[in-house]
């Protein structure tokens, strides 16, 4: 390293998380594509796949046998139980990617969130995306294609739960404009990450 280089700051994880509907994922999809630095870990799931998704790149879809097998192996770095399904972080993913050098970003649930932040301490950065507001939160949710009626209605009950959390939060962003959201969050990133 030469006279006056900063060394490169210690990889991190980068935990965003919402209700369902307030738009994480967009802004998730958007950060990986643009920062090389950044590797989006893959969470496991066993809720159905969306007519949109493809394994491997949107979550890897198990059955809840396959999943309480990987439990049962102490295969995840957290796991829990949201809307009904179950969702998990295979904690060698996480472990390669930061050996690597790589930042993980996390498009997961407050409770994995602070899961991640029990684990890994001070190497977490948690990120919280508010809706606009929760009228447009279940416009959202109404007009996303793959969801039923009820898993819809679940996801609506959820979110306050998942709003009485974002206090836990290190940083808030509130997704009322995507352009302006995603400046925030990346202004977040190059603060803590790069």
Not at 21 to 49: D, F, M
Not at 101 to 128: E, S
Not at 150 to 175: C, G, M, P
Request: contains cysteine; hydrophobic residues 35%.
């Amino acid at each position: 390293m030469s006279q006056g280089e900063q060394p490169a700051p210690q990889p991190r994880l980068l935990i965003i998380a919402a209700p369902s509907g307030a738009g994480k994922t967009t802004l998730c999809e958007r950060l990986v594509r643009e920062n090389p630095k950044i590797q989006l870990s893959i969470s496991t799931t066993t809720r159905a796949q969306r007519p949109y998704e493809q394994p491997g790149v949107h979550y890897h879809f198990v059955s809840p046998e396959a999943f309480q097998k990987k439990i049962d192996a102490g295969d995840f770095a957290e796991w829990a139980e949201v809307h009904g399904r179950r969702y998990g972080t295979d904690r060698k993913v996480i472990d390669q990617a930061l050996t690597a050098g790589k930042h993980v970003l996390f498009d997961i649930d407050v409770q994995g969130a602070m899961n991640l932040r029990k684990l890994y301490g001070n190497r977490t950065v948690l990120v919280f995306i508010n809706p606009p507001s929760l009228e447009i939160l279940e416009e959202r949710l109404r007009n996303r294609k793959g969801d039923s009626a009820a898993s819809i209605e679940t996801r609506l009950r959820n979110a306050y739960n998942e709003l009485a959390w974002k206090d836990k939060f290190d940083h808030q962003i509130v997704n009322d404009d995507l352009e302006r959201a995603y400046s925030d969050l990346l202004r977040i990133v190059k603060k803590e990450c790069l």
